[in-house]
């Protein structure tokens, strides 16, 4: 029978559905954890429902790659080997890092090529994320399911009383949707038919009865999940994008946009034996948000819009020793900058426009995307507030690269407390404002850009994407002390140069860049001195930028005779 079979009448009935007990076992990624991590993206099969296997991308060989898990202050390098027969890119959401190692569209990884990143990784304790992100390319890799989870542990969360047994107590969920062809395969769609949890169709899991914490992102192409329980119960909220609150919010329902992550405690004490659902409530949003539409037909029609449907179904079982049974009063202290010490106001519009056959194509700033325009130079340091206003008719989950922000006001009114954290995605309502503080701290290149869009895959592949760079000189030179480390000679070459750095740094990749701003040769290196060989570029002035294990800069002029 083919999953279009069999899928319609379930979602024609979905309470029925439900009482059925049709339920699959949920999928919990493989962890890896280590400083340095390989990753290969290759297509891979998945049996997602009876009959034909769908074809997925894959990592490492499983739809929903697996998790790494990094500790705050290490270096991590990833080996990602691309054995997609298409080029691609692997983006780190949510984290804070060299430009040049973010993996957006100006790092793409050819096909049968290893695109081998590296930094230190210092943002807080919670859950990020791993996907592709090559320009008009976005959907469609998403769709085929490559990605992973990122959790990021630290000293503060560690020593906090919080339910941390990956797969037992702390449950890695990641929330998409897809729509299936007459034989199981994935059709590239904004919206799905079908919910899928860690990649798995109507979801189960057992838990322990205790406190159990759920590490919630939102995966999907364009939905909102307007998360909450079944029996309505009352959940807690940890964390947001960036890190942990300052303590638990009490909520019983939390809104979840494309790109966002969130943290939840979830108290199960003292309830074997019993079920309860963990629901998206979507027939509560309005149409304004994604996933709150009802399109009968076209290319946004699909079975999930506007209504509640079911994420995973927990079945609570025996407690575990040493369980968790109490929601903790306090988790942190964070400290927000001070709305008072931003420089600068940048307003980015978001807007609509009619143009086009498939609808409406959004706009930021009232222009689309290209890969060589820079919309901002920010300077190092900067303490910037980001108004973002829209005057468009939907909503639009804004995400920035680079950086966590707070947000100051949604609508002109201070946010609710579980939005109240460390954040790199919001959602824009329809025609409102919102205000975040950020500031672009360490790393500074002003040749390679970070982007600032919105995660809804196909908006951001039509051209709802922008580009910044911090630092303003031509090769990234901001640290003229950091410069001294680096002895560069002959100068003027023939072709030959010659690098040695003080302190034994070690060096990992050097760029050589023309004065045009563009990258004409790379180097992977393990070393603190070495000859490079850049006898056959033109005659000219360039710059020589070579980058240290824990993506320090260095930045040198040569010329060339
Ligand atoms: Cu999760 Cu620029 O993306
Ligand atoms: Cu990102
Ligand atoms: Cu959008």
């Known amino acids: 029978m083919t999953l279009k079979k069999w899928i319609l009448p379930c979602v024609a009935t979905l309470c029925v559905l439900q009482s059925h007990a049709q339920y699959n076992q949920l999928w919990i990624p493989d962890t890896l954890s280590g400083t340095t991590f390989d990753l290969v993206i290759r297509d891979t099969f998945r049996q997602v429902a009876p009959g034909n296997q769908t074809i997925t991308g894959g990592i490492n060989g499983n739809f929903w790659g697996p998790t790494m898990i990094w500790n705050k202050n290490e270096v991590v390098h990833i080996n990602v080997n691309n054995q997609l027969t298409d080029t691609t890119t692997i983006h780190w959401h949510g984290m804070h890092l060299p430009a040049i190692m973010d993996g957006g569209p100006h790092q793409p990884i050819p096909p049968f090529t290893t695109w081998a990143p590296y930094w230190k990784v210092n943002n807080n304790a919670g859950l990020y994320w791993y996907h592709p992100h090559l320009h008009m390319m976005a959907e469609e890799q998403m ?54 949890t860690n990649g798995v169709l109507r979801a189960e899991y057992t838990v322990p009865a205790q406190v159990v914490r759920l590490r919630l992102l939102d995966a999907a192409n364009e939905r909102s999940y307007n998360i909450g329980f079944s029996d309505n ?11 942990l609150v300052n303590a638990p919010v009490p909520v019983t329902r939390f809104l979840l946009s494309a790109g966002e992550r969130v943290e939840i405690l979830v108290n199960c004490t003292g309830q074997a034996g019993t079920t309860v659902d963990l629901r998206a409530f979507n027939a509560e949003i309005t149409p304004q948000i994604p996933g709150g539409e009802s399109f009968p037909t076209g290319p946004f029609a699909n079975a999930l819009g506007h209504i509640n449907f079911n994420i995973l179904h927990l079945s609570i079982g025996a407690a575990t020793t040493g369980a968790i049974t109490t929601i903790p009063t306090a988790l942190t202290t964070n400290t927000f900058y001070n709305e008072s010490s931003a420089l600068l106001t940048r307003t980015v519009t978001i807007s609509d426009s009619a143009i086009g056959a498939g609808g409406p194509t959004f706009f930021l700033n009232h222009r689309l995307f290209e890969m060589d325009h820079i919309d901002y130079h920010i300077p190092l ?19 920035i690269h680079d950086v966590q922000f707070y947000l100051l006001t949604i609508n002109g009114a201070t946010p609710p407390a579980s939005q109240q954290g460390w954040k790199d995605v919001v959602l824009v309502p329809a025609n409102q404002t919102a205000r975040f503080i950020t500031r672009f701290t360490e790393y500074s290149d002003s040749l390679k850009p970070y982007m600032f869009h919105c995660h809804i895959a196909l908006h951001e592949d039509a051209g709802m994407m922008g580009q910044f760079v911090v630092g303003n000189s031509p090769a990234g030179i901001m640290n003229k002390t950091q410069n001294a480390r680096m002895k560069l000679y002959p100068n003027p070459t023939k072709g030959l140069l010659h690098f040695a750095m003080t302190d034994n740094i070690i060096i990992k990749h050097a760029t050589v860049i023309n004065m045009r701003g563009q990258v004409v040769r790379e180097f992977e290196l393990n070393t603190h001195e070495s000859d490079l060989n850049v006898a056959d570029l033109s005659t000219g002035l360039y710059f020589l930028r070579l980058t240290d294990a824990e993506g320090g800069s260095y930045v040198k002029s040569y010329l060339m005779e």
């Open 381 to 399: 340091d900067n303490t910037e507030i980001w108004e973002l206003k829209s005057t468009s008719n939907f909503g639009h989950p804004f995400h």
């Open 143 to 196: 769709t085929m399911g490559i990605g992973g989870m990122i959790i990021i542990r630290d000293s503060v969360e560690s020593a906090l009383n919080l339910p941390r047994t990956y797969g037992v107590d702390d449950i890695p969920l990641a929330l998409s949707d897809r729509k299936f062809d007459a034989l199981n395969q994935f059709t590239v769609a904004p919206y799905g038919d079908s919910m899928m």
């Open 233 to 243: 119960r009352t959940f807690y909220v940890i964390t947001t994008d960036g890190g």
